[in-house]
Nanobody
């Protein structure tokens, strides 16, 4: 059983930065990433990183967010810069280990205008 624990959310003004962390139990040479869920909206993809370090981003965050991983610490990060009010959401970390996908409990990010 994989457990994911997120941290780093909070309240920030527009234009500011936050870094989210997601610590995974056990080894994590798997695809990992982040989704987000804004109030009244469906959960949407934000960023992903493969076990080999290849990254992909949603168009809405490309150029502002950067995902990275530290395999020695079993941790994946999401550096979020130039934050906008529309980035306000609960951010969920995931780990994909076929046939299962595991999710963290979520961390709130609020961007004030």
């Amino acid at each position: 059983q994989v457990q994911l624990v997120e941290s780093g959310g909070g309240l920030v003004q527009a234009g500011g930065s936050l870094r989210l962390s997601c610590a995974a139990s056990g080894t994590m040479l798997n695809d990992m990433g982040w989704y987000r869920e804004a109030p009244g909206k469906q959960r949407e993809f934000a960023a992903t990183i493969t076990g080999g370090g290849r990254t992909d981003y949603a168009d809405s965050v490309k150029g502002r967010f950067a995902i990275s991983r530290d395999n020695a610490k079993n941790t994946v990060y999401l550096q979020m810069n130039s934050l906008k009010p529309e980035d306000t959401a609960v951010y969920y970390c995931y780990l994909r280990r076929p046939p299962s996908t595991y999710w963290g409990q979520g961390t709130q990010v609020t961007v004030s205008s």
